[in-house]
């Protein structure tokens, strides 16, 4: 079953003529996803490799049916790129753009909030069902049908999860990059909530980083309410104190969001920490048993 | 990142700054096939890890011999 993407699911790319763009929304037909149509201002009325190109979200919505988008619009443009698929009635937009300024995206909070769309992103690989549909731009090659759910702020530690559970034979439910910014559309208690409730998900994979508070307020839901077995990583066990590693939101800040506090806090609530993360396929296959 | 991109990256990198400390290497994932290549013919020596754990290991050895 899944969370949130299927086969049914009809994609619209925004940004699709660009490099980024192009390339992945080739890769994503490719996997099996309904790429019904692409969004760039003035290109409107042409193609691109078959696919119909619109100057608008709306248009695209209106003649294609779409119900999902993903966009590959550069950093000055993007919240307007997510903020109009939202007006027209997207109900998922994944959002793959890194470098969003900050303040754009409160005002993209503010925008959504109490509306039906579900923002993934920015600065995330995607969401990908395997088997039935891929939004977003990870290696489709490594992903295998299953039963196990993954949640990461880091792309490519998802694919490493991701490479073990294959290799064990342990497929996946879902595999939801939430991003690396520090203000996300969709965080790991949205997607935990989700992977309670299908009945196709027999455990999680929680993948989180320095920074911030997300991985306590998961591991706090994980202990009110969440009935499967959790396995969890926190990368930059070694990262120094006020450097932003990489992700614009993996930063130390005033003594707090250390990857020592979220291992201790995510234990406590009953997740399985690894603190090597290239235990996660043997410690998921563990608990499977 | 694309495999191939990251291979072109290192091989520029490693040329513009004369490297003369051992390099591992580990690639995944897209374009996968095209990354090796660009790694294969260049002048770069480095050694292959299979996992990260195996990446890990081939580093602390290197560092300790």
């Known amino acids: 079953m899944a969370i949130w993407v299927n086969a049914e699911t009809r994609v619209l790319v925004q940004g699709i003529t660009g490099r980024e763009g192009s390339f992945h929304t080739a890769q994503c037909q490719a996997y099996g996803t309904q790429i019904v149509a692409g969004v760039t201002p003035g290109k409107g009325g042409t193609t691109h490799e078959g696919i119909p190109v619109y100057d608008g979200v709306s248009q695209a919505v209106a003649r294609e049916g779409a119900n999902a988008s993903m966009i590959f619009v550069p950093p000055p443009f993007a919240a307007d790129a997510v903020m109009e698929a939202v007006s027209a009635g997207i109900e998922l937009v994944v959002c ?34 395997p088997g039935s549909c891929k939004i977003g731009i990870m290696p489709a090659s490594i992903h295998l049908p299953g039963s196990v759910g993954c949640i990461s702020r880091s792309g490519t530690l998802t694919y490493e999860a991701v490479g073990q559970l294959t290799s064990c034979g342990i497929g996946q ?4 990059g939430i991003g690396g910014d520090p203000i996300v559309g969709t965080g790991f208690v949205d997607a935990l909530a989700a992977f ?3 009945a196709d998900t027999e455990a999680v994979v929680i993948i989180g980083e320095i920074g911030g508070s997300a991985e306590e307020e998961a591991a706090e839901y994980v202990k009110q309410h969440f009935q499967k077995p959790v396995v969890g990583f926190i990368a930059g066990q070694t990262a120094p104190p006020g450097r932003r590693m990489g992700h614009a939101g993996a930063i130390i800040s005033q003594g707090t969001g250390t990857a020592a506090e979220k291992m201790e806090k995510m234990t406590e609530c009953g997740i399985h920490v690894l603190s ?4 996660i396929g043997a410690a998921v296959e563990a608990l499977l048993k | 990142m694309r495999c191939d991109i990251v291979a072109e990256g290192v091989v520029q990198a ?15 994932g897209t374009n996968v096939e095209k990354g090796r290549e660009i790694l294969q013919n260049s002048d770069l020596e480095f050694e292959v890890a299979l996992g990260m754990a195996d990446a890990a290991a081939k580093v602390c050895r290197a560092v300790l011999t």
């Open chain 1, 173 to 176: 439910s879902t595999c939801i």
């Open chain 2, 14 to 28: 490693a040329k513009d700054l004369g490297v003369s400390i051992p390099v591992v290497v580990r690639l995944e």
């Open chain 1, 96 to 129: 793959i753009t890194e470098g969003i300024p900050t303040l754009d995206m409160l005002k993209v909070t503010q925008f959504m909030s109490g509306g039906k769309s579900r923002l993934i992103g920015p600065n995330c690989p995607g969401i990908i069902s």
């Open chain 1, 196 to 198: 309670n409730q299908d």
């Open chain 1, 276 to 279: 090597s993360p290239a235990e």
